[in-house]
T-cell receptor, first 116, second 112 residues
Framework: AQKITQTQPGMFVQEKEAVTLDCTYD???????LFWYKQPSSGEMIFLIY??????QNATEGRYSLNFQKARKSANLVISASQLGDSAMYFC?????????????FGAGTRLFVKA | DAGITQSPRYKITETGRQVTLMCHQTWSHSYMFWYRQDLGHGLRLIYY???????DKGEVPDGYVVSRSKTENFPLTLESATRSQTSVYFC???????????FGPGTRLTVL
């Protein structure tokens, strides 16, 4: 069965430093997609980055990169040059089937605190 | 307004009452979803829909009913609300080929 695990309930990082948020997943499918979402204190869900299971290169979007290690079933989010506005809840998610699958499951989330 | 909207944004109700949460999107996205967010659980899928008149259960469907008579609307009904259904509810939509789901602003529901 699908499962997403985020083992870090909370993380602290100094402003301007890089931080890695951990995510491991479990699936028996060969085709799947991995996502990261940000939820600031205002409550909205913001899409950050996507990685397909067949993508050979790690996904990057600005200061966000996804460290995809398929054999280890991990999809860690790396935020470079942290900013105070990065303080938020971060969710890792997975959908089986690169585009056709319906269900996306989410991890429990990691709360990131950026210190000035 | 363009995008995906939810109403009401806040709702307080009593145990046993029927409650309907509304979701409306203006993009004509084929897929729509309902999630609930509870502390320690992230988001859990309640129901989803691949198109008008096509719906299916997610991880936690018990106590909920959905319908989708029009592509743009996907209401979620709690037939007889229970305290365990106190949560924040998110609606989301996406196209058939997109990787990104777009989320509504959420509805905070309290069942007393």
């Amino acid at each position: 069965a699908q499962k997403i695990t985020q083992t870090q309930p909370g993380m602290f990082v100094q402003e301007k430093e890089a931080v890695t948020l951990d995510c491991t997943y479990d699936t028996s499918d060969q085709s799947y997609g991995l996502f990261w979402y940000k939820q600031p204190s205002s409550g909205e869900m913001i899409f950050l980055i996507y990685q397909g299971s067949y993508d050979e290169q790690n996904a990057t979007e600005g200061r966000y990169s996804l460290n995809f290690q398929k054999a280890r079933k991990s999809a860690n989010l790396v935020i470079s040059a942290s900013q105070l506005g990065d303080s938020a809840m971060y969710f890792c998610a997975m959908r089986e089937g690169n585009t056709g699958g319906f269900k996306t499951i989410f991890g429990a989330g990691t709360r990131l605190f950026v210190k000035a | 307004d363009a995008g995906i909207t939810q109403s009401p944004r806040y709702k307080i109700t009593e145990t046993g009452r029927q409650v309907t949460l509304m979701c409306h999107q203006t993009w004509s996205h084929s897929y729509m979803f309902w999630y609930r967010q509870d502390l320690g659980h992230g988001l859990r899928l309640i129901y989803y829909s691949a198109a008008a008149d096509i719906t299916d259960k997610g991880e936690v469907p018990d106590g909920y009913v959905v319908s989708r008579s029009k592509t743009e609307n996907f209401p979620l009904t709690l037939e007889s609300a229970t305290r365990s259904q106190t949560s924040v509810y998110f609606c989301a939509s996406r196209t058939g080929t997109s990787n990104e789901q777009f989320f509504g602003p959420g509805t905070r529901l309290t069942v007393l």
